[in-house]
């Protein structure tokens, strides 16, 4: 019997360079698609998914995203005075109840698994989820609800994800992969950016995990790993043999919002998906494709 997941760890605290000068005062993971920022995606993701702690790894700048799932009582007098209920529902709507949202403090982004290892007093010894919210990933269920019901039946790690074309194992963590039914992939390990002739297959992890707290008996070690950063990759690796390992398949659509092409991929397939807005974003924007 596998213990329940109960706390989900936000890192937010990156740089977000790749989407600069956008994010020189605003952190990457405040951006809108549409009309919700990034972190609220995720953090929707994680509610579905039947998480009650939500854990914001943050940094310099960053406190923002934890303001964000605060209440905004002017405003939301303004509205309600107004009558307007739909926009005060959107303000009220996924904010998590009072104490359950955390938030710790990484001084320096040192890479994804330091981001990880800064939430360990707050997990303590139980499995949790990690989510990157600048991974929108849009699916029913929600991804972290499809790691969940796999990790209720296998346990250990288990995290999402897509193939890939040989030319891109160098941006992901690949699963080194023992067996693999179409949607399950049970691995021995992991590498963190291999170049496609190293890639021990083309499974690419997608910024969702269910981990065990095993994980921070390594990340306490506090190693470099590919490019001079703290990986979480190396973490799960180093685990693996005395936890089980799985990838699950990511069944939906993905949209890498830390690359700008991907960013703006999201805004339109969101907005086509919405009825209020799908025909007047088709019109504004058709003729640009002729
Ligand atoms: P990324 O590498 O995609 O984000 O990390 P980044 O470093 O902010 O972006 P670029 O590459 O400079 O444009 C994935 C996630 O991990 C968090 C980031 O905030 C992002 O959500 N992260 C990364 C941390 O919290 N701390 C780190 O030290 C590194």
Partial sequence: MTRRVRKAVFPVA????????????????????????????????????????????????????????????????????????????SLLSSMPEPGRVLSVRQQAPLGLGHAVWCARAIIGDEPFAVLLPDELLMSE???????????????????????????????????????????????????????????????????????????????????????????????IDATTGAVPFHGVRFNGERFDCGDKAGFIAANVAYALKRPDLADRVREAVGHLFK
């Fill in 14 to 89: 990156g740089l977000g360079t790749r989407f600069l000068p956008a994010t020189k005062v605003i952190a990457k993971e405040m951006l809108p698609v549409v009309d919700k920022p990034l972190i609220q995606y995720a953090v929707e993701e994680a509610i579905e998914a039947g998480i009650e702690y939500f854990i914001f790894v943050t940094g310099r700048g960053k406190s923002v995203l934890v303001e964000h799932f605060d209440h905004a009582p002017e405003l939301e007098l303004l509205l309600s005075e107004r009558g307007n209920e739909h926009d005060l529902q």
């Fill in 141 to 235: 269920p929600a991804c972290l609800k499809q790691l969940i019901d796999v990790h209720d039946g296998v346990g250990g790690n288990v995290v999402a994800v897509t193939e890939v074309p040989d030319e891109h194992t160098n941006r992901y963590g690949i699963l080194d992969v023992v067996s693999d039914d179409g949607r399950v992939a049970k691995a021995r390990g992991m590498v963190e950016k291999p170049d496609p002739k190293d890639a021990p297959s083309r499974l690419a992890n997608i910024g969702r995990y269910v981990l065990d707290p095993s994980v921070f008996s390594h990340l306490d070690k506090q190693l470099s790993g590919a490019g001079g950063e703290i990986q979480l990759t190396d973490a």
